[in-house]
């Protein structure tokens, strides 16, 4: 029958399957004492105005100091978040370790200065839409909420619903990736987006790849969206996107993500009086 069939491939699978299952199990439950373990950390990459190579915004990526494994990548356990409903009780803990420090930045720097926090299409599904939670808390630090940008990803640009939500809470908006997906450019003015940021494949020196971000930022620009290029890694690079216009540019030339307190050096040094 189907069922002994079904159970005869199960068994073939079975030790292959009940390694992964037993890791992925583990992986769960120690995520779940993370939050409590203090294991969890954001680290900020700097983004830079490309028109003065001036630090001013920075992207919060989270990290998981695991006991054993070290330091691990979003890559490694956002899909666990995500699959196992932590993904929210993690969003709301990034959040609000990013809204602290974007305080302490506007200090040292600007309060024009802003952090970017990623919002995954699983965020969406756990938590809705609904952002008080979050208003609340920069209210309570007397920030505005632009002093936040919201990463999300094209895809959500086809939920009008979670895009006006989102509109409606004034903080920042910035489609992530963008390049990759299936966007329909007209929603882009629609629900009053700000930032693109092309995707690292895009940001190139030469070629097609160097055409299209010369399209986006065109695009952009006739909109009133500035332009984000994601994952500069070479002097060749920075100099293409700086000469077709873009305003921001972001990646490993510039800057690794670092930790809070090394950013805040960092603006301090950008700020302190010529001479002193
Ligand atoms: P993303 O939002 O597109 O973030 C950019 C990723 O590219 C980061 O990887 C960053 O470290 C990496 N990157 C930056 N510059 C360069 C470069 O020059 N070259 C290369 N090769 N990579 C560069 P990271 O930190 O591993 O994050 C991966 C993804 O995980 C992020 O992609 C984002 O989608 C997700 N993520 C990170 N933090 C969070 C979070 O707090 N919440 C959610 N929901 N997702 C997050
Ligand atoms: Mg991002
Ligand atoms: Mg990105
Ligand atoms: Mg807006």
């Known amino acids: 029958t189907a069922k002994e069939q079904g159970r005869n491939r199960f068994n073939y699978f079975a030790p292959f399957m009940q390694e992964a299952t037993h890791t992925r199990m583990t992986l769960v439950s120690e995520l779940r004492e993370a939050l409590q373990r203090d294991q969890l950390r954001v680290l900020y990459q700097p983004i830079i105005d490309l028109s003065n190579g001036a630090i001013v915004k920075a992207e919060a990526l989270v990290r998981w100091q695991h006991p054993s494994r070290g330091l691990l990548a979003p890559a490694e356990f956002i899909g666990l978040a995500e699959s196992s409903g932590m993904i929210k009780g993690i969003g709301d803990w990034v959040f609000q370790q990013a809204a602290r420090e974007v305080l302490k930045l506007q200090a040292i720097s600007s309060p024009s200065f802003q952090i970017s926090v990623n919002k995954s299409a699983w965020q969406f599904r756990d938590d809705g839409s609904n952002y008080q939670l979050w208003l609340d808390f920069l209210r309570q630090l007397k920030l505005s909420p632009r002093s936040i940008i919201i990463e999300v990803t094209e895809n959500l640009l086809l939920e009008s619903d979670r895009m006006l939500a989102l509109q409606h809470a004034h903080m920042q908006i910035a489609i992530d990736d963008f390049g990759a997906g299936n966007c329909p450019v007209s929603v882009l003015k629609q629900f009053g987006v700000d930032y693109l940021k092309i995707a ?18 065109a695009m952009a620009h006739k909109l009133g969206i500035q332009v984000v290029a994601e994952g500069i890694e070479t002097q060749q690079q920075l100099a293409a996107m700086t000469a077709a216009g873009c305003d921001f540019g972001q990646g490993y030339l510039l800057s690794k993500p670092i930790s809070g307190e090394e950013l805040e050096k960092q603006l301090q040094k950008q700020y302190a009086p010529v001479g002193k």
Do not use: H, Y
């Not at 690292?200 to 020196?205: E, Q, S």
């Open 200 to 217: 690292p494949g895009f940001v190139a020196a030469k070629g097609d790849g160097l055409q299209i971000s010369e399209a986006i930022i």
